[in-house]
């Protein structure tokens, strides 16, 4: 396994650099339409979810653009890289299709169209985890940019295809659907992102997340971002390294990362353990605040730890 000299944007994977670029634009064409079109779909402004994804879908492009670049360049790399940016793209065209269409691209079966699109896009999140997983195992054999920026790397791809695998929990019928399907009052929705109420009710601004019930989106969104968060973590540490001794080992980054990991992660289960108990993330009951101090003060512990160890033994951190 030997590190690979940081790779410039010219050898980055093409395919999810053009998904990313063509999907950008409409960060700000969703932006326009939330101010100029009063539609509401499921509680929400219609355009809402196609910014949220645009916005989301910009970032994951990129970023496995630029890990892409640091493995060999073998098609058993590059086409299942490719496929991600493909499954990126239907998913999204669908997404506003639907939008302009007025109809709800999510769990819709309602119509014959409905169900053929949205069969297409639960095709399309198969294929694009199982994607993931093939690029994420050449991953984890490779060295990025050090072994800080490397663990970062490898803990933030293992929990984002933990985030990626919460969509399945999302597409399974509800008791009541499958209660109205037997009954004949079958509505056309088949899954659910809300626990314990209905879908389109109150919201969180920006994220739509439900303020009365549990929402199986929140833990999706931490796990799946987690392939930013915890890279630039390991970037923003080499960063202050420069100016802060105790941070210019390698070792102390390492377990710092390492550390920020673990709690990432535990972060993402407490976040999918709220939501299954049909609690919003904004009203959390005692139980859930107590695991979340216990969580915090484990990693703030840890954190402090590994910086103690530095600073008594400066060599043991390097």
């Known amino acids: 396994m030997h590190e690979r000299t940081t790779p410039g944007p010219g050898t980055w994977h093409r395919p999810l650099l053009l998904v990313a670029a063509v999907t ?23 355009w809402g979810k196609p910014f949220k994804f645009a916005v989301s879908i910009v970032l994951y492009a990129v970023t496995w653009s630029w890990l892409v670049a640091y493995l ?4 058993l ?14 998913e999204y065209a669908i997404i506003v299709a639907q939008v302009i269409r007025g109809r709800q691209s999510h769990f ?21 985890w199982l994607a993931n997983i093939v ?3 050449f991953l984890i054999r490779r060295e990025i940019g050090g072994r800080t920026l490397t663990w970062a790397v490898r803990s933030g791809a293992a929990i984002s295809l933990f985030g990626i695998g919460m ?30 109420v209905l879908d389109g009710g109150p919201i969180m601004p920006v994220t739509g997340w439900s303020t009365t019930g549990g929402d199986l989106r929140v833990a999706h969104f931490v796990g799946i971002h987690a392939l930013q968060a915890l890279p630039l973590l390991a970037l923003l540490l080499a960063a202050t390294a420069r100016w802060t001794t105790l941070l210019r080992g390698e ?43 216990v969580l915090a003060a484990l990693v703030l512990a840890a954190a402090a730890a590994v910086l103690a160890t530095a600073r008594r033994d400066p060599e043991e951190a390097r």
């Open 167 to 196: 969509a399945f929990l999302m597409t399974r019928p509800t008791e009541a659907q499958r209660a109205a399907m037997r009954e004949g009052g079958f509505g056309g929705i088949i899954g659910r992102h809300s626990v314990g």
């Open 24 to 46: 950008a634009p409409f960060v700000a064409i969703s932006l326009a339409g939330l101010a100029l079109d009063g539609r509401v779909l499921v509680g929400a402004p219609i």
């Open 72 to 75: 060999p360049h073998r098609r």
């Open 251 to 293: 070792r102390v980054r390492r377990r710092l990362v390492l550390v920020a990991a673990a709690g990432y992660a535990a972060f993402t289960g407490l976040t999918l353990w709220q939501a299954l108990r049909g609690q919003p993330l904004t009203r959390p009951d005692g139980l859930t605040l107590v695991v979340a101090g």
């Open 108 to 128: 819709n079966v309602a119509t014959p169209l409905d169900g053929i699109l949205w069969g297409v896009m639960g095709t399309s999140i198969t294929v694009l």
């Open 77 to 90: 790399v590059r086409w299942p890289a490719t496929v991600i940016a493909a499954a990126l793209a239907v």
């Open 135 to 137: 690029v994420a195992l």
